[in-house]
C-alpha cells in the first residue's frame, strides 16, 4: 500500500471514529426475546467491523469505489490498531483468551493436542488457514459477492430502483396463495433433526449497540444500518397493521458486522462452522467449560421425575418459564427456544455419558480430560455418519447425493482436502437451509410409547423458552415419540401459523413475537444476497428472461404467486424462489436449494480434517479401522433406544418416517 494510500485510510478511520461516536443507536427501551444473542468474541468483532463499514463508506464517498482496490486489507488490521481508533483490536488469540476463566483451546496448531482431538472453537482444523471455518469465521458468499445496493450495506432495491416489496408482504401472499400440506411418509423428527444440524453449522448473531445492547429496530424509520425494519402491510390478520398515517415494522436486527478489511458488510457465523456437535460440546470455551461435570469425562445433567434433562441456566435472561421450570445450558444458546430441541440436546448428552462411563470401565485409569475427549469424538463421528448416511439423502435427492459424493463409503476412506474451506455459505445459512422453517408444524403431539396415546399438544407459538412442558407427561422422551409418530410438513410456500405469526410471543401478548418467515427473507437482503435468478446459472437450469420462464421448475400456480409479489422476475428474493420450486425426484427441496445445500456438505465433509471417514494420518488421529466399522453401523434410532429405554420401545424402520 502506497503512503498516500494509508494516509488516506488513516484519515478515513479517524472520520468514521467521530461519526459513530454521533451515531445514535437505539437501545430498546425493555427487554425482547431474541435467538440471535451475539457472544462476547463476535461483539469484539463488531467493534472493528463497523469502523470499517463507515470508514469504507467515508472512501467510496470521497475516492469512488475503485480506490478500495488499492487498499491491502492485509495491512488493515495492524493500522486499526495504531490508528488507536477503537479499543485494541483483538487477535484470534486475544479473543480466545478474553474468555477468562474457563478452560483454554490452546491455540498452537503445532502442539500435539490439538491433532489428536478438535479444539471446541474449530482453531486449527486447517493447519494452513487455522482460523478458517471456525467460531466467528465469516460467512462465504456462494457467488463470490455480496449485493448491496450502495456496494457496501444497504439493501438491495428492486430493480425499478424502488424499494423491493416488504417481507411480511411476501409471506401473506405465499400462504393465502398455498394450501398447507402435511408430508405422507417423512415424520416430524427430520425436521427437528434437521434443525439441530443447522445449529450445529450456523449460528448469526445479530448486531449490538456500541455497549453489547440490545437493538430497538421497530421503528419504520430506523436510521440505524443495525436495523432492517419489517413494514406490516395495511390488511394483515395479526401484527398491528400499517395505516395511511403511520407504517408499523416488525422488528428486525441485522446480522452482526464483522468486516475486518474495507469492502462490504460481513455477516459471521458464532459457532464452529463444522459438523461437530458444538450444539452439545459450545463453540466457545465458556460454553464448552459451562457444560462439563469435570469428573470421569461427564457432562452435567439433571434428573428429575420425567428423567433426565440438560443442566440449568439460571441466567437466562430470555427464560419465560419460572422456577423450577428453568432453561437449560448446553453447548448451544437456543437449545430452550422450542419444546423440540431440549429433547434431542438431552438425548446426545445421555449418549456422551453412557460413552463416557465404559470408557471409564474398560480404562479406570484414564483422567477427565481423556475420556471427555475421546467420548467427544465417538459422539461426533456417530453423529457425522447420521447426517451424511440417514439425514441428507431425504433432503436432495439420491442422484445428488451420490454424485456429490456425499454418501458414506461401505469400506476404506475418504481424504481430507485442505484447500476446502468448510465455511458456511451465506447462502446456505440464511437461505436454503432454512428450507425446514416450511417443514415446521405448528404443534408438538407428545406419546407415550407404551400405550401410542397422544398425551399432550403442545404448540410452539406459545411455549418460546418456555420449558415447563418438559419436566412433566414423561418429559423428553413422550417429545421424541411424538416427533417419530407425527407427520412433518411438506416443503412449499405454505407455513403453520405459529411459524408465521408468534415465533418467541410472550403468553397473553399477542403479536408480542415475530413472522420467521419474512425474517428469513429480510435476512437473504441483509447478508447480501443477488435475486434468486442469479444463482440458477451456477445450479444448471436455464436462464431467466420473463416470470413464465420458471413454470418448468415451478409450475404457473407459484409463477402467479410470485408475480402477484414481484414487478419484476430480477426481483425475486432466493428464499421465495426456492421454496416456489418443485422438490426434485425423491427429495423434499427444489433444485436450486438442493444444489446449494450439496455444494455446503461436500465442503462441510472435505474441509473437516477430522472428518470421520478420513484415513489416520501423521497429523490427525482418525478413528482406527475398527472404530470406523463400528461408527458406520450408528444409526439415530439405535441412539434413540439406548437414550430413553423406559419409554421408547420401538423406533420407526426407516426413522425418519411416520
Ligand atoms: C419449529 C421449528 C423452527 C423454528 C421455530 C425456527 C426458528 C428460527 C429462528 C427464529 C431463526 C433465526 C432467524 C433470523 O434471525 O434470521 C432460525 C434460523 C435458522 N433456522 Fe430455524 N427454526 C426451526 C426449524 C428449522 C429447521 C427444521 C431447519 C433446517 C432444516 C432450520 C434452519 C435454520 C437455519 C440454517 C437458520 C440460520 C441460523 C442462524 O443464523 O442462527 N430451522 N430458525
Ligand atoms: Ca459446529
Do not use: W
Request: glycine share 6%.
Amino acid at each position: 500500500m502506497t503512503p498516500a494510500v494509508r494516509a488516506t485510510v488513516e484519515n478515513a478511520l479517524k472520520q468514521a471514529r467521530m461519526n459513530l461516536d454521533r451515531r445514535v443507536e437505539r437501545p430498546v427501551k425493555e427487554f425482547r426475546m431474541q435467538t440471535q444473542v451475539a457472544l462476547k468474541a463476535a461483539k469484539e468483532l463488531q467493534t472493528v467491523g463497523n469502523l470499517l463499514e463507515e470508514a469504507t463508506r467515508i472512501i467510496v464517498t470521497q475516492n469512488g469505489s475503485n480506490f478500495l482496490s488499492q487498499i491491502d486489507n492485509n495491512e488493515i488490521q495492524k493500522i486499526v490498531e495504531e490508528s488507536n481508533s477503537v479499543t485494541k483490536q483483538k487477535s484470534q488469540n486475544a479473543i480466545l483468551a478474553a474468555d477468562s476463566g474457563c478452560i483454554k483451546d490452546d491455540t498452537d496448531c503445532q502442539s500435539r493436542k490439538n491433532f489428536l482431538y478438535r479444539t471446541i472453537t474449530g482453531i486449527c482444523n486447517n493447519l494452513n488457514s487455522p482460523t478458517a471455518a471456525n467460531a466467528n469465521a465469516p460467512l462465504r458468499p456462494f457467488l463470490g459477492t455480496q449485493n448491496y445496493n450502495d456496494q457496501i450495506s444497504e439493501i438491495r432495491r428492486a430493480v425499478s430502483g424502488g424499494a423491493l416489496p416488504s417481507p411480511r408482504l411476501i409471506s401473506n401472499i405465499m400462504q393465502k396463495s398455498t394450501v398447507e400440506a402435511i408430508d405422507s411418509v417423512k415424520n416430524n423428527l427430520i425436521m427437528q433433526f434437521g434443525q439441530m444440524v443447522a445449529h450445529d453449522l450456523v449460528f448469526g448473531p445479530s448486531a449490538t449497540g456500541p455497549n453489547g445492547e440490545q437493538l430497538a429496530c421497530d421503528d419504520c424509520n430506523s436510521p440505524s444500518p443495525n436495523c432492517a425494519p419489517i413494514e406490516v402491510p395495511a390488511d394483515d390478520e395479526y401484527f398491528p397493521k400499517s395505516t395511511p398515517t403511520k407504517k408499523n415494522c416488525i422488528s428486525f436486527t441485522r446480522a452482526l458486522n464483522g468486516q475486518q478489511g474495507f469492502g462490504p458488510r460481513q455477516p459471521i457465523g458464532q459457532t464452529t462452522h463444522f459438523l461437530d456437535l458444538s450444539i452439545v460440546y459450545g463453540s466457545s470455551l465458556c460454553e464448552a467449560t459451562d457444560v462439563r461435570l469435570f469428573a470421569d469425562g461427564l457432562l452435567k445433567t439433571i434428573q428429575s421425575t420425567a428423567g433426565t434433562l440438560p443442566p440449568f441456566d439460571k441466567n437466562d435472561t430470555r427464560c419465560q418459564s419460572k422456577d423450577p421450570f428453568f432453561c437449560f445450558k448446553c453447548g448451544d444458546l437456543r437449545s430452550s427456544f422450542h419444546p423440540g430441541l431440549p429433547p434431542l440436546h438431552v438425548m446426545f448428552v445421555i449418549e456422551h455419558n453412557r460413552i463416557a462411563r465404559e470408557i471409564k470401565a474398560l480404562k479406570p485409569t484414564l483422567n477427565d480430560e481423556t475420556i471427555y475427549q475421546t467420548a467427544r469424538r465417538i459422539m461426533i463421528a456417530q453423529y457425522q455418519h447420521m447426517v451424511y448416511n440417514e439425514y441428507l439423502p431425504h433432503i436432495i435427492g439420491v442422484n445428488l447425493y451420490v454424485s456429490s459424493k456425499l454418501k458414506p463409503l461401505a469400506s476404506g476412506r475418504t481424504k481430507y482436502d485442505p484447500k476446502v474451506d468448510a465455511g458456511m455459505f451465506g447462502e446456505f445459512a440464511a437461505g436454503a437451509f432454512r428450507f425446514g422453517h416450511s417443514q415446521a408444524r405448528r404443534d408438538f403431539p407428545r406419546i407415550n410409547t407404551r400405550n401410542s396415546a397422544i398425551v399432550e399438544v403442545v404448540d410452539i407459538g406459545n411455549n418460546g423458552f418456555y420449558t415447563d412442558s418438559q419436566y412433566k407427561n414423561g418429559g423428553p422422551a413422550t417429545f421424541v415419540a411424538g416427533m417419530m409418530h407425527s407427520p412433518t410438513m411438506v416443503v412449499d410456500t405454505a407455513f403453520a401459523f405459529s411459524i408465521r405469526n408468534q415465533i418467541l410471543e410472550i403468553r397473553g401478548k399477542p403479536a408480542s413475537g415475530f413472522d420467521l418467515i419474512s425474517m428469513n427473507l429480510m435476512r437473504g437482503r441483509d447478508v447480501g444476497f443477488h435475486p434468486y435468478v442469479a444463482y440458477r446459472a451456477k445450479v444448471g437450469l436455464p436462464p431467466v428472461n420473463t416470470f413464465d420462464d420458471l413454470i418448468p421448475q415451478m409450475g404457473q400456480n407459484k409463477v402467479n404467486m410470485l408475480k402477484k409479489i414481484y414487478r419484476d422476475v430480477r426481483d425475486i428474493d432466493l428464499f421465495a424462489g426456492i421454496l416456489a420450486e418443485n422438490p426434485i425426484s425423491t427429495a423434499i427441496v427444489g433444485p436450486t436449494a438442493a444444489f446449494i445445500i450439496a455444494e455446503q456438505f461436500k465442503a462441510t465433509k472435505f474441509g473437516d480434517h477430522f472428518y470421520y471417514e478420513n484415513a489416520p494420518e501423521q497429523t490427525v488421529r482418525g478413528l482406527t479401522d475398527g472404530e470406523l466399522a463400528e461408527t458406520r453401523k450408528a444409526t439415530l434410532g439405535g441412539m434413540i433406544c439406548r437414550a430413553f429405554p423406559s419409554n421408547i420401545l420401538k423406533v420407526p424402520q426407516n426413522i425418519f418416517q411416520t
